[in-house]
């Protein structure tokens, strides 16, 4: 049995990551070994790039626990984590499975707290700490006097506005108390045909609104101002693009900063170069993983397009070292799991994040660099796609190995009976709050 | 009081319209006189032109009456139908005032008939015909044995295969008991993540179920498959273009044929021209109004792009006369209304659709043929942009008022105080089944 | 007989304007006077509304006026015109019948002045003015040390950088001896491959250069940054966006604003958002109209989306009466003439742009602020197309009537056989210099 | 020196190549080893899957050695081949270093041979095959009786079919005499504006012309169709899709099939979607590599989207397997070489279509067969990315060492001073023929 007490933590004991990687560990070593000697040839110490991996912590919002759907419907997944606490044990599953998602992201009001310190308890046990919090003023909650239906930050109504600010407010209180220190907006703010909207009221509505959450936020605060093009309104969104985003991020002040979200831009847009833009300007805050093919589809990390994953962390690699100016990231996944067990999905997604970053790590920057000054355009690709057809897994999984987490995760979570576990426990018909 | 004996038709009297009419009647004649004079000197016989006008019906879909929303979340209109009476009934307000809508495409299982005969006096009292059938086997209904969740009848597995397709074949067997002559398949069948699908197999499988289908129907019965590149899945769609629906269609046998909806293709795609194809082929035999600037957005007709919809409407005058092998075409509306009431939502998208007709065909299609034959660009642009660039409203308010509708539909609406009525009878918080 | 003198100009007189307008003029006066009745009512003076259609001038750039091709081939036009002089004539064409075709935009080198005195009084003779001067770092030129084969103000090669600039200053220099007040950089520069550029770099560059270049500026004189997301190159370009253009800008100083081209966007880009977002930030300085379906296709003014030209007029108009901060507009049509007669093409755009201008000159704006006040959506969108389904042409007409154009531009053109006089002087294969 | 009685291929010896080698065989032979012995514990046989990548040849379009361009304008490179037979020289450069590129694809008329023994027997010294010749009915030859201009197939002028129609009949009595066993028709033809065509008569004329050309055909002749959705027309392509190819080629007979190329796609197309259906009707005959982030932006094969190409390769692997009625598919490079060294980005590219097709290679079909028949989604996507992961590279270079080719071309290329020695010999400023 791997529940006690009604709580899984305890039973993924290091002790059966252990076990597990047992089986593994003879291959694991051998493959690790020879990538390490063909990397000393090139001059670089894998050691190094793995205490990089090791650091890498990506947070996982609360919403991602349960079954994602679509507006024609959404399939449940047994066992879904159905209060908060349950959600911070199922990260607290990925965590120790990975070593990589040391971090909540928390959704107000679908995860208020009602008793903080037994949630940071939970939490503390689970090594997890609380990100961005992120409000909600796209929906109606059922004792809301203000409808969002026409919008929030950006309404014509100064009622609606004003209790869109004061939920927000309400969002950094609740996120004080947990140990947050960061506040994301995304706006789902816009119009759905031409004509609705007085574009130029909108937005300077908009302004005025973020402004004064800003200046609500602690000193020792962030705000992460998200944009998306389009979704869940049809014509128009008020805060489109980065441009809009990295303008009302300037007008609010030194601590309000762009986030990106991989799956909120139009066909065909060079995401990467917007992420080096932002970073020469000292302006990327957050950073919201996922992938798509057609608009926010929120599929699995690195399940579309790999290596555009990794273009991005070229860039990401790059200004972190090169842009001191610009923040530390808030990492998030925001995916949906509309057709997979959530926690798979998600173990999925982690890999291909640390994978295209170990990738990036591996470019030389030096060499990139003097191809780029001599214009040799095939070489700085060559140098490019060297790093990336390398077959980094023996480094992450080295990664994980040294932080006492599992050599192969997903084997792991299926070996251990996760999902049965969890089903057993909270039953099939458990519903996670959330889209 | 608009409402009486539990229905609003009754209320909505011939008497009433026309009272609402004279207000508006004397201008309403100068402005037809004058344009109608203008065509005269065209060589356009503007009652010709209003007869065809007058015989354009558009069937609405029962799922379209109620509130349409997003996975974000979906904000509930005061007055919806919640049954199919109701849904009948909010039909006959629209056809009373646009006498263009006068059939219902039903969606099986959220308008199974309980008893057949009151829903088929009910429609006749509206003088509202029964269209195509829509069957779903997207969404896992209560008591299903087999769920849809990874597709109905491209499914690997044969259980679901058989239930989708006995599904349809209920669907069938419902229609016939109301009087449609036609079956419509819309397959979310697809995949979310490059590996699930098999795409020989499942093309083979839904090609093998819809054979059966077909097979299933009444000798004068039609089906029609419909397409779509994405959503609900999000890397591929078992049908996910026209190609793919005629292909099938054709292997299915003479009475099936493709369904075009507008929403349902790839950026920037040329609809006119795949609409043209269908009709040289004799291949068109269904088709879904509404409007789009990002995806599958289900906004009014013409409300985004109505130059678009006048091209497709020249294509469909120039075939409905050139094809004659080509079927009467099924027309719908299949929209989503998110924020605007659903009757003045459906109201605006049927004068969009009469007013690209008219205009259409005001096409000077002789002058069009020469100038195209002498390869004069500039010239046929021309023709185009003087029939799309007249007005025609006076033409679409004159063939309303022919057949005792309103001059204009959404002032009488209003004017009615519909919606109080409706949400006095049903309250505020009625929900129509549907998305 | 049309030409004397080796002038064009000479022989489209007023007088035979005057005598092809009889010809139509009692039609036009009595579809006029029955359109401004309809106004009257409405409370709409149309005298007004045409002495803002009669003010409205667009440059035609000097390149437009040859055929133009693609990269598979290019069909030659004849009567082409070979030299500025020329060139300035085919423009003086396009004035006399349209009067809205005031201005020429040069580009530097194709149309360096040799005698800048013949040049004016050409110009002036015509009745033409000197809009922004165009710039050119895109072509390696014959004599030319450097090579932009690797881009131009953002080349790592600092001797290229500073061709460039030096190239730019010495656009500004000719530009000065014909009274241009203005100078707008398009830049091709970017990459095709990733790890071709140093995003951070190429901007940085970019910002630097552009910042010597304005210093460089007059006074009186105004930079326009023009963005485009791709082509000719086809991974990135380092002006991707309005938004990069808009921080450059703004690191410049105050007389740098950015230039939106309709076709230099991703697809499905709300543009008329993007102008509202300009306009409301006083950033808006030049705009150059096109059309397109695809890409940056470079078509005729209208003849693809005439509706979202009409919301993006709808958007300038309130913005030019609401944002006295934002400059006088500079006004280009941006088109490749790839298969119609490039003077007939530019005859359709002029009046594709003032039709779109008179339909949102018609929008009942309070009503409109109204409407989005009560968020009344399906009002909203009623007046917007309220105002487009008029059929402004009469209005459009009179402005030109007034000025002693052409009623029918396209036709008088075709009456005066300007063409193939043209081709009598110039001959068949006459090449304009340009793409 | 590496030339010598004006042949090129002379100075690549077998020899040369194999002293380059010896540089790297020590640490290619320690990475191929490890990576067979990883191979053989998942019970792959490296050997075998060596054979297939040595049996995979890639055609070299004639037109692809020279420098590339856009519409604004084009950046020569030094020592570009003028004549045929310095076009195969160059492909016989390539061949030799890859040996991977065994084929020339000619293009009519830019390569029409002159003295066919002679250019036989030249191809033939480099081991190098006539593939499938390609017609040009999109540019105007000089002598030519007929314009293009409105297109060639579809136009409806008569002569201009009939011209296009001899053109194609005497590409093919070229192609016989070279050995050549097929014929690829690219239309350009199609529309810019609304109105230009009649869809339905342009494609009954493309019908009709196409019919006449596939009757024409050797008995041992196939014909490839070759969709493209736009450009260099921007409103209409007449074979805009796969689904026209496929009914136009269904219509010519049975030695008829579609061409895919990457480039000729919509936005956000699901290419190995088609490429699946295609080989599962037999349908799929011609395949053009390269890589695209816009439109046909003809990039490096994999150098935007490597895993896209990888899932395509899954489906031909997959496919040519199982779809034995399906012919063998005719592969080339269809790229432009705007700012690398045309044999340079070829190398890349056939390097590029080598890894993904030993990639696709170790995908557990069975495994992964299993996975879709349990709709284990996690699963299925961890069986093809697992083979995406791996570093094929060492299995690339041993197939190219056992057939005596560079193990890095690239490096080998460099390392010979191929590029000098061609401009020592053609001067810097020769110019292909072609775009």
């Not at 003879?26 to 650091?55: D, M, Y």
């Not at 409000?135 to 004792?143: A, I, K, R």
Request: hydrophobic content about 40%.
């Amino acid at each position: 049995m791997l529940l006690c007490d009604n709580s899984l933590y305890m039973k993924i004991e290091k002790q059966q990551i252990g076990d597990l990687n047992k089986k593994s560990i003879i291959a694991h070593k051998a493959q690790f070994n020879f990538l390490a000697g063909q990397l000393t040839h090139l001059g670089i110490k894998s050691q190094q790039l793995i205490e990089r991996l090791k650091a890498f912590q990506v947070a996982i919002p609360s919403w991602a626990l349960g079954a994602g759907g679509t507006r024609f419907g959404r399939f449940s997944y047994g066992g879904e984590p159905s209060t908060l606490e349950q959600k911070i044990d199922d990260i607290g599953v990925l965590h120790a499975l990975t070593q990589s998602a040391g971090a909540v992201s928390l959704h107000i009001p679908w995860d208020t707290p009602e008793d903080y310190e037994a949630i940071k308890q939970k939490a503390a046990l689970h090594n997890i700490g609380f990100d961005a919090v992120n409000s909600n003023t796209f929906q109606d909650q059922p004792d809301a006097r203000q409808s969002y239906r026409f919008g929030s930050l950006s309404n014509v109504d100064q009622h609606v506005r004003e209790q869109a600010i004061h939920h927000n407010i309400e969002v950094i209180r609740i996120g004080k108390k947990l140990g947050s220190k960061s506040l994301t907006v995304w706006l789902a703010d816009g119009s759905n045909f031409p004509g609705q909207h007085n574009f130029q009221t909108a937005l300077q509505y908009t302004q005025t609104s973020l402004k004064i959450i800003y200046d609500s936020l602690p000193k020792d605060w962030k705000l992460y101002i998200e944009y998306k093009p389009y979704e869940p309104n049809f014509y128009s969104t008020v805060i489109q693009d980065w441009g809009t985003s990295f303008m009302l991020a300037k007008e609010c002040g030194a601590r309000a900063y762009t986030l990106v979200d991989l799956g909120h831009h139009l066909p065909n847009t060079n995401i990467e170069q917007i992420v080096a833009t932002l970073l020469h300007k000292g302006m990327l805050g957050g950073f919201h993983f996922n992938d798509s093919k057609y608009g926010d589809d929120d599929l699995t990390v690195g399940s579309i397009k790999p290596y555009t994953l990794f273009l991005i962390f070229n860039e990401l690699v790059y200004g972190m070292a090169k842009n001191p100016q610009n923040p530390e990231i808030a990492w998030m996944i925001d995916a949906s799991h509309n057709i997979k067990d959530p926690l798979e999905d998600l173990i999925q997604s982690l890999e291909a994040i640390l994978i295209a970053y170990a990738q990036a790590l591996l470019i030389d920057q030096q060499k990139l660099r003097a191809a780029q000054e001599a214009q040799d355009v095939a070489l700085c690709q060559e140098i490019l796609q060297t790093a990336y057809r390398t077959d980094v897994r023996p480094l992450v999984k080295e990664s994980r190995l040294q932080l006492h987490g599992a050599l192969d995760p997903l084997s792991a979570y299926r070996s251990l009976g996760i999902r049965q576990a969890l089903i057993n426990e909270r039953g099939k018909d458990a519903r996670a709050s959330g889209l």
